[in-house]
């Protein structure tokens, strides 16, 4: 299974490759305008799929590999994939409020903007400016919604959240919350304005922490390694993490690693925000 959806990853950059060697062969047959257009959009189009298709190929065969995650789904066929994500942005917008509305319908507009101009910078030969706007617009669709942003990063989720909800409040509801990673504490990390409730680091320097955008309006649940970013712990927690690395033998004994351990603490709070209830946290394996 692996080896069949790390393959089928690689049709679309192929099928660019054989259009890009059609449209230099036959170039002098072709009408400029449409050769051009077909070269800058198709030529980006192959870089940027094949060094995603390369990157989502070596992460799945390391997390199956070495990490001993169970193998990813088949590709989901094109017109499939659009129908489920269609629907799937349909059910999204009618469980948001008003603001999140506004957010997802901007981000939407600049994304198409975007998307637009760039195609038009390529067009009239500035491929590298085109090519930087493209990727911007591509940015504005991910970042239009939760569920883009998630499916698009591993290390980072978003959450959508009233703009009253305070790491506070999240402190009070889940500092009995115990995980490998020990209770939560607020503190500040490095690079974000507001407080952040946070699960860790162990000795190995692994710790997981949830903040607020400026706006108020989303959540974010970060996992990370970088101990020093840590600024200062503003509260202490209840139990501090064991001394065993996540995914390795040791008091944790959590063997998915600090992903798993992110996407349950994901997991907890999207249920709190929406029910204003906590579960507990899963035994460690």
Same mark, same amino acid.
């Given at each position: 299974?692996? =080896?069949?959806?790390? +393959?089928?990853?690689?049709?679309?950059?192929?099928?660019?490759?054989?259009?890009?060697?059609?449209?230099? /062969?036959?170039?002098?047959?072709?009408?400029?305008?449409?050769?051009?257009?077909?070269?800058?959009?198709?030529?980006?189009?192959?870089? %940027?799929?094949?060094? /995603?298709?390369?990157?989502?190929?070596?992460?799945?065969?390391?997390?199956?590999?070495?990490?001993?995650? !169970?193998? #990813?789904?088949?590709?989901? #066929?094109?017109?499939?994939?659009?129908?489920?994500?269609?629907?799937?942005?349909?059910?999204?917008?009618?469980?948001?409020?008003?603001? !999140?509305? @506004?957010?997802?319908?901007?981000?939407?507009?600049?994304?198409?903007? *975007?998307?637009?101009?760039?195609?038009?910078? %390529?067009?009239?030969?500035?491929?590298?400016?085109?090519?930087?706007?493209?990727?911007?617009?591509?940015? &504005?669709?991910?970042?239009?919604?939760?569920?883009?942003?998630?499916?698009?990063?591993?290390?980072?989720?978003?959450? $959508?959240?009233? =703009?009253?909800?305070?790491?506070?409040?999240?402190?009070?509801?889940?500092?009995?919350?115990?995980?490998?990673?020990?209770?939560?504490?607020?503190?500040?990390?490095?690079?974000? @304005?507001?407080?952040?409730?946070?699960? *860790? #680091?162990? =000795?190995?320097?692994?710790?997981?922490?949830?903040?607020?955008?400026?706006?108020?309006?989303? +959540?974010?649940?970060?996992?990370?390694?970088?101990?020093?970013?840590?600024?200062?712990? =503003?509260?202490?927690?209840?139990?501090?993490?064991?001394?065993?690395? +996540?995914?390795? $033998?040791?008091?944790?004994?959590?063997?998915?690693?600090?992903?798993?351990? &992110?996407?349950?603490?994901?997991?907890?709070?999207?249920?709190?925000?929406?029910?204003?209830?906590?579960?507990?946290?899963?035994? $460690?394996?």
């Amino acid at each position: 299974m692996l =080896k069949e959806v790390c +393959l089928k990853r690689f049709i679309l950059p192929l099928v660019c490759f054989l259009v890009s060697i059609i449209c230099f /062969w036959q170039g002098e047959k072709l009408d400029g305008a449409i050769a051009a257009l077909l070269l800058f959009v198709v030529i980006p189009v192959f870089f %940027i799929s094949l060094i /995603w298709a390369i990157y989502t190929a070596i992460r799945d065969v390391y997390r199956v590999k070495v990490k001993g995650e !169970s193998s #990813p789904e088949e590709v989901t #066929p094109a017109i499939g994939k659009m129908k489920r994500n269609i629907r799937e942005t349909s059910d999204e917008l009618a469980g948001m409020d008003q603001n !999140s509305r @506004k957010h997802f319908f901007l981000y939407y507009f600049l994304g198409v903007i *975007g998307v637009v101009l760039g195609l038009a910078v %390529i067009v009239f030969g500035f491929i590298v400016i085109g090519t930087l706007i493209l990727i911007a617009g591509g940015t &504005m669709f991910v970042l239009a919604s939760p569920r883009n942003y998630n499916n698009a990063s591993d290390t980072t989720k978003m959450l $959508s959240c009233s =703009k009253s909800l305070t790491i506070e409040e999240l402190y009070h509801a889940f500092y009995k919350f115990d995980t490998p990673l020990g209770t939560p504490y607020i503190g500040r990390i490095r690079f974000v @304005k507001s407080d952040a409730l946070i699960f *860790g #680091p162990n =000795k190995s320097g692994e710790y997981i922490y949830l903040y607020k955008n400026r706006s108020g309006a989303r +959540l974010y649940v970060v996992e990370n390694y970088v101990e020093s970013l840590i600024l200062e712990h =503003k509260t202490e927690p209840l139990r501090k993490p064991g001394k065993g690395k +996540l995914g390795k $033998s040791g008091e944790t004994g959590y063997s998915a690693g600090l992903t798993m351990l &992110m996407m349950e603490i994901f997991d907890k709070v999207q249920f709190y925000l929406e029910t204003g209830k906590v579960q507990p946290a899963a035994p $460690s394996k």
